[in-house]
């Protein structure tokens, strides 16, 4: 049964709860499915994508430099996914947080957490190359560079499912475990 307090993607993915005499101290993980991989990324993408789009677009407006036109794509992404997951994220940790205070540095913290690795290795490699090369083989740049795009995403998907589960299983997600930015942010 749900609450009206509990987040939406959590309504979908939460089952009943169980007696806690058959659970034990080892209870099976809980399997996200691809419905809540959609529901948690599909916003920030479509923002992102559209940013990418608008800045790479703008780009060639001024230089038709396949590496100048990928890193103002580039740019415009970043912008677009991040203001869409931090907002998600500061919903999802509001209830769990006694202040908006601490909303903020938890959004922060796992921002960083779910995202970092998969940001400096998608930033400064994969998705940079991706867009280069997408935009170099493709005669039209929207098409390279959403070829580009694509590409980069399985990379980077890959990274932050894997760390967003690590943040869940580890109790940083849903408050069971503070984070190092709690005395900062009270």
């Known amino acids: ?15 009943p709860p169980a007696d806690k005499a058959q659970m034990g101290t080892d209870a ?14 599909l916003p920030a993408e479509i923002a992102g994508t559209a940013a990418m789009v608008v800045g790479g ?15 103002a ?7 677009g996914f991040y203001a869409v997951l931090a907002v998600t994220i500061y919903i999802e940790q509001a209830p769990v947080s006694t202040t908006w205070r601490r ?20 930033t400064f490699l994969v998705r ?6 997408g935009v170099w083989l493709l005669p039209d740049p929207l098409w390279g560079m959403l070829a580009g795009k694509v590409a980069a995403d399985i990379v980077f998907y ?17 408050g069971r475990r503070p984070t190092s930015l709690q005395a900062v942010v009270t």
Do not use: H, N
């Not at 677009?57 to 890193?71: G, M, P, R, S």
């Not at 940079?128 to 090369?133: I, T």
């Open 1 to 15: 049964m749900s609450t009206i307090d509990q987040p939406l993607a959590t309504i979908a993915t939460t089952s």
């Open 28 to 41: 099976a993980p809980r399997r996200r499915g691809i419905a809540f991989w959609v529901v948690r990324y």
């Open 57 to 71: 677009l703008l780009a060639t407006l001024w230089t038709d430099a396949a590496a100048l036109i990928a890193i």
């Open 73 to 79: 794509a580039l740019f415009g992404e970043i912008i």
């Open 103 to 122: 909303a903020v540095g938890r959004t922060a913290v796992l921002l960083v957490a779910e995202f970092g690795a998969a940001e400096l290795l998608d």
């Open 128 to 133: 940079p190359a991706a867009l280069v090369l």
């Open 158 to 174: 890959a990274v932050a499912a894997g760390a967003f589960t690590l943040t869940a299983k580890t109790g940083l997600r849903d």
